[in-house]
């Protein structure tokens, strides 16, 4: 298989995707062994606004398909990218970062880890005693509304959208905030206006693949449900996002007014569990942003990796990597536990 990854001059994971000026083409053999390497300079950040994000889009598209290009891997990629990888059924694996190299074989592992032999299931029900669900991302595509609000903040600061967003991503606004404007004399009203914003971007907003049938057959939102929200946008934000996707909220939601430290500390993660009167170590996360992946793993809880999102192969905890939820199915059982099985 092709890996395609963004590299610097060091041999490094070279930052965002759209913008890169140079990618590293990776043949990686049945082994998971990288035997060759080519560096390629495409100059996509120069090329970035040049006939608009569509004409960009389309030479990203025509690069990969070029040069059979079977998986993506980068620190971070905007949303109209990540749809685009999503159409061309290409695995991405987002929050590389550190050593190409090392990057790309850890990626061939995770996917090597996924495939298991025909006419075996890829991989083993698992039963748990509760799931803990990350929303934007995970449940509900909101990826177009997150990017006009947040791009339109980066532009008004001069920043660059990208790196914005990939930031954002995941996290609470205050604290994408304080790392790109930390001059800002109100982040708090900062916050509040960019809420104010999403919140008014409905019309886009819908439920990701599969997370309709995942949320309806596990009883989201049953009140004895074992499933928590667990999400780093505020309540209000939350109940308008999973209304707009046809999602019921669960009786326990735990949003970024409710702790103290949002993703990528484990805080939310460790106190949904606590609700729902379950341990950690029994919970299931299922999460797409490298803060949240970080989050779950921190806390303790088994991890599936949903939309493309890196992880950590080498950690146990991490149990599946999928492209969204229609390879899931979580029925509850009748002692109330919940069994979980990845297609």
């Known amino acids: 298989m092709i890996f395609c990854v963004p590299v610097d001059q060091r041999g490094f994971v070279g930052g965002g995707w759209g913008r890169a000026q140079a ?3 990776a043949s990686v053999d049945a082994a998971g062994q990288i035997d060759s390497w080519e560096v390629h300079e495409v100059g996509w950040g120069d090329l970035h606004g040049v006939g608009g994000e569509g004409a960009h ?12 290009v079977g998986c993506v891997v980068v620190e971070h990629m905007g ?5 685009v990888m999503a159409a061309m059924k290409i695995p991405t694996f987002t929050g590389a970062q550190g050593a190409a190299r090392a990057c790309v074989e850890q990626a061939a592992a995770v996917l090597a880890a996924q495939d298991a032999p025909t006419g075996e299931p890829r991989s083993p029900a698992l039963e748990v005693g509760a799931l803990l669900v990350d929303m934007d991302g995970t449940l509900v595509d909101s990826s177009a509304a997150v990017a006009q609000v947040w791009t339109e903040y980066a532009q008004a600061r001069g920043l660059d959208p990208a790196a914005v967003l990939g930031h954002a991503h995941g996290r609470r606004p205050n604290e994408t905030i304080a790392r790109f404007d930390p001059a800002d004399p109100d982040p708090a009203a900062t916050a509040q206006r960019l809420q104010a914003q999403e919140m008014s971007l409905t019309q886009a907003l819908r439920a990701a693949p599969g997370a ?10 049953s009140p004895d449900a074992k499933v928590a929200l667990v999400t780093s946008a505020s309540r209000p934000l939350a109940e308008v996002r999973m209304a707009a996707a046809g999602l019921a909220l669960p009786a326990v939601a735990i949003c970024a007014e409710d702790v103290a430290a949002g993703k990528p500390a484990p805080d ?12 950690i170590e029994d919970c299931l996360v299922l999460e797409d942003s490298p803060a949240g992946v970080a989050a779950a793993l921190a806390s303790g809880a088994k991890l599936a990796v949903v939309g493309g999102g890196a992880g950590q192969p080498e950690d146990p905890a991490q149990v599946a990597v999928m492209a969204d939820l229609t390879g899931l199915t979580a029925k509850a059982l009748a002692s109330g536990r919940i069994e979980v099985a990845f297609g």
Do not use: E, K, N, S
Request: aromatic share 8%; hydrophobic share 45%; glycine share 20%.
């Open 268 to 279: 939310g993660y460790l106190a949904a569990a606590r609700r729902l009167g379950v341990g």
């Open 212 to 221: 309709a049938d995942l949320w309806h057959g596990i009883g989201g939102g």
């Open 57 to 68: 889009h389309a030479r990203i598209v025509r690069f990969l398909r070029h040069h059979q």
């Open 79 to 83: 949303p109209g990218m990540r749809r």
């Open 23 to 25: 990618v590293a083409l």
